[in-house]
Structures are given as structure tokens and as C-alpha cells.
């Protein structure tokens, strides 16, 4: 399984940005896909999961409100759409495919390649 995140780039603050993540090969039904990111010198934090089954949908604090994610079954696409993005926002974004939908990123098996989103005017 070959997951690619991509869709990053420069962004003003308060401005917007979408990510998605395609994954190709076959993965159980059951998987989901989790969105992570790490900044400069801190370390890798989760961000957000959608569960490919039921939709259901989580996201750390700081971004609920400003982030949604959406999944397309049939393009076996995730996408992350980020709102009023902050500077704090600022970070190399990964998707990752596991389960169940947590935070803990030892639950998932694939990863893809990591982009950059850069909030800053």
C-alpha cells in the first residue's frame, strides 16, 4: 500500500488550504486514514481520522472548528480542507492508514511521504 499526501503550499494567515491523500493498493475496509503533522523542532501530533467504513470523523482541539476531512471511496481519496488557517499551522502534513481511528501513531501500518503547508504572510 503507497499512500501520497499532497496540496500544501504557502498560505496567508486566515486563509485556506486542502490536502489529500491517495492511497493505491488494497487495504482492509476497515482501515482508516489519520492526518498528522509535525512542525520545526516539535514532535509528529495527530491531527484528524475518517473511518472509510462509516465516516465517522475525529480531530485533535486546536483544529476543530477550521478542519474537515472527507473521504471519496471510490477514488480511495482522503481529503484534509483547512480553514482560517494560523501560523501555528504551520508543518510538514502526513496521512497514514490504520486502524482504529486514534491518535496513537504506532496503530498505523502505512505512511505516506509527508507536505508541506506553510502559513505565513
Known amino acids: 500500500v503507497q499512500l501520497q499526501a499532497f496540496g500544501g503550499g504557502l498560505v496567508v494567515p486566515g486563509g485556506s488550504m486542502r490536502l489529500s491523500c491517495a492511497a493505491n493498493?488494497?487495504?482492509?475496509?476497515?482501515?482508516?486514514i489519520g492526518w498528522f503533522r509535525q512542525a520545526p523542532r516539535k514532535e509528529r501530533e495527530w491531527v484528524s481520522c475518517?473511518?472509510?467504513?462509516?465516516?465517522?470523523?475525529y480531530f485533535t482541539d486546536s483544529v476543530k472548528g477550521r478542519f474537515t476531512i472527507s473521504r471519496d471511496n471510490a477514488k480511495n481519496t482522503v481529503s484534509l480542507q483547512m480553514n482560517n488557517l494560523k501560523p501555528e499551522d504551520t508543518a510538514v502534513y502526513y496521512c497514514a492508514a490504520g486502524y482504529p481511528c486514534t491518535s496513537t501513531q504506532a496503530m498505523y501500518d502505512y505512511w505516506g511521504q509527508g507536505t508541506q503547508v506553510t502559513v505565513s504572510s
Open positions: 493498493g488494497n487495504t482492509p475496509d476497515y482501515y482508516v
Open positions: 475518517i473511518s472509510m467504513v462509516d465516516n465517522i470523523t
